[in-house]
Every structure is written in C-alpha cells, then in structure tokens.
C-alpha cells in the first residue's frame, strides 16, 4: 500500500486537471456562497447584495468555462489532495471582499472568512453587534458548510463518479465509488434534518428567528459563532442555550451514526464506543467544570450546575459558546476547558479535536498493558471493560439473544 502511494504521488499535477474538476468545485462554491446572496435579498441589504452577487457570477462563470475543459477522467492522489487544499484556501480569500463591506478592513475579513469555513471560531473583533444581518448569518453559513465539508458538499451536488473515487480514497471497485456519493447525499440530508429541527425548536422556545438560523448553523457545525459579543448570554432564555447546546452535542456525533441509527434503532448509539465515550469524556468534564467554578471562581453551586454544563460540552463538542467571561475564569478552569476541546467529539462528526476513538485506543492499549502486567486492581480492569467492551445486553432489542 505504501509504495502504491509513492508512485501515485510520483508524477506532477496536471494543470488542465486541476483547472476541469476545480471548475467543478467553483460551481459548488457559487451554488453555496448564493445562499448569503438570496439572504442578503431577503433582508433588503442591497449593497451587501451586489457584493457577493458579484462574487457568485465571477466564480460561477469561472467555474461553468473551467468545467468544460477536456482533460483526462483519472485523478491522482497529488491532484485530489491540491483540490481539496485549494477550496479552503479560494474560499476565505473569495469572501473576505464582501466581509468588508460590513465595515472591516482585509485582514479581519480574511481572518473571519478563514476562522469560519474552518469551524475554528475565533474572531478579531471586539464587538459584533449591530453590523448587518447578512455578515452574521455569512459568518454562521460558512461554519455550516465548513462543518460538512465542502468536499463533501461537492461529491453530494455534482462532483462526478471519477473524481469521488480519488476524493475520498476509494480505489477500483465501481460499487464503492457509487456508495460513497450515495453515503454523502445521505450525511447532507442527516445535516439538513438536524438544522431544520434546531431551528423549529428555538422558533418554538420563542427566539428572534436570525438569532436560531445562526445558533443553529453555527451550533450543528460546532463552530461558535453568535451575533451577540457575549455569545450565549445573549439568549436570555435557559431553554433556549440548552437547545443550543444540545444542538452541538448532535452535531459531535458522527453524522453517518444517525442513518444506522433510522435503519437498526436507538440501541446503535448506545452499541459505539465513541459515542459511549463521548459521553464519559464530557461528563467528566462537566464533573470537573462544576466543581472548580465553585472551587475557584467563586460561583455558587447552583450557578456553577448551569453554566458549568454549558461551559463543559460546548468546549467538549468544541463549540466554543460560553454564558460567562471565559477570560476571567481561573486558570485552572481554562485549562480544563482546553483540555476538552483538545479531546473533541467523534469521528465523522463536526467537531475538531484529536477525536475520542483516538484516546479510546490509547486506553485499549493501556487495559492491556495493565492486564499484561498483572498489577490491575477489578476495579481499574472493570472500568476499562465497561467502557471498551460494554455487556452484551446494551445495545440489544428486548427478546434479542446473543
């Protein structure tokens, strides 16, 4: 496999390759970056509206002509990893000239344009309230597709079956290749669905509808973004930050979880092992959280259960939301909430993070040098099993047998 791989990347790209299956990706781009155009429209932000209807007819004329290119149907890895890069790279700098129209200068327009089709969310502006209602929702419709994938979004929309094999890393098998864009247009549904019912849920609880469009965008792509400075204290409503939340744990779960899920049942979460750690790892984040709000600044218990919650599975989802100054938190606390957002949610999933099945593994190797070396107590081998083995009741069916 590996001296597969050398060769592969042995030959050059081809620019007439790049510029075919690129053109591709710029007609998806233009499809996407329409959404904040029709938005724009919408709430009658004309100027902001010649900006990015600019941006969509340059890129889409662009990628129409490109597209048309006669070119070879083979992609080669090098080629596919440069396209990939490139996206994540045109995109930001694309919109960082319409960001500016809502009074940034470049480079906070660039950074807000990286920072969000990332799903990093962090911001170089002190403030963010009241600038126009197109740069909020642009800021939360770029942690949205960033969340997916554009990548994804471009073999579910139009990529061709050529170009999935290689994207993806599929070799040779023709069943494959058409599962994997079957599979893709599967997690853009699984997103929509997740999208369209937390925004019904904060309608519901009574929420500005700006205020759930962008939560909810920013929140199932754990991106973090909020059109209030003070993030979700800007939600005055318990309810409403909780939903928001939940939102973000949903969106922590691995997207494909959920199609398993519809066809086997609920018991296929309880059946992962990343999920089961997901919700052992942010557990005990909130355990921790809790106690050192209290412990160290100087909350009071009851105060210290709200936020701590929030505080810990918007970090271990790697959101980023917040209901308090997180700048003067205890050092100790921050280091906490680092730590969980350094562990993330699951494979699959959009949230950042090393992922938990890479420190599920990590303990697997552990149980078995702890068993190896026969120094482990039944307690420490029982947690391990529980966590990595779980009994065979969970996840079965009532009347299912082994």
């Not at 990332?118 to 960033?146: C, D, H, M």
């Not at 120094?375 to 065979?392: D, H, K, N, R």
């Amino acid at each position: 496999m590996a001296s597969q791989q050398v060769v592969s990347l042995h030959f050059a790209v081809r620019p007439v390759v790049l510029f075919k299956y690129g053109g591709q990706l710029l007609l998806v781009f233009a499809i996407l970056t329409g959404v904040i155009l029709l938005f724009a429209l919408l709430v009658g932000e004309y100027r902001l509206a010649v900006n990015f209807g600019t941006v969509v007819a340059g890129t889409g004329m662009a990628g129409y002509f490109l597209q048309r290119l006669k070119a070879p149907r083979n992609l080669q890895d090098n080629e596919s990893l440069v396209l990939s890069a490139a996206i994540f790279v045109l995109a930001p700098l694309l919109l960082a000239f319409p960001l500016q129209q809502s009074g940034l200068p470049f480079a906070d327009a660039l950074f807000e344009a990286v920072s969000g089709i990332t799903t990093t969310g962090l911001t170089t502006l002190a403030e963010v309230e009241n600038r126009p209602k197109t740069f909020y929702f642009s800021r939360a419709w770029l942690q949205w597709i960033g969340g997916l994938g554009i990548v994804v979004l471009s073999v579910a929309l139009l990529l061709p079956r050529t170009a999935t094999l290689h994207l993806f890393e599929v070799r040779d098998r023709d069943d494959l290749v058409t599962g994997t864009k079957s599979y893709a247009r599967i997690v853009l549904k699984i997103y929509l669905l997740l999208t369209g019912a937390g925004i019904a849920a904060l309608l519901l609880l009574g929420i500005d509808w700006l205020d759930a469009v962008t939560h909810v965008l920013a929140g199932i792509s754990t991106g973090g973004f909020s059109p209030h400075d003070n993030s979700l204290a800007g939600l005055t409503a318990w309810p409403a930050r909780t939903t928001v939340m939940v939102i973000c744990c949903l969106g922590a779960v691995s997207l494909g979880l959920y199609y398993h899920a519809l066809q086997k049942g609920w018991h296929t979460f309880a059946a992962n092992a990343e999920v089961r750690g997901l919700c052992v790892a942010g557990g005990a984040t909130a355990l921790l959280t809790i106690l050192f709000l209290v412990l160290l600044d100087g909350f009071s218990p009851p105060e210290a259960l709200r936020h701590g919650l929030l505080l810990a599975f918007s970090a271990q989802t790697t959101a980023g939301f917040s209901t308090v100054t997180v700048a003067d938190l205890a050092p100790g606390t921050k280091l906490l909430l680092m730590l969980a957002m350094l562990t993330g949610g699951n494979l699959g999933s959009t949230a950042g993070g090393i992922k938990i099945i890479r420190l599920l593994i990590v303990f697997k190797l552990l149980r078995l040098a702890i068993l190896h070396s026969g120094m482990a107590s039944g307690l420490e081998i029982f947690a391990f099993l529980v966590l990595l083995y779980p009994p065979t009741w969970i996840g079965k069916k009532r009347g299912e047998t082994s």
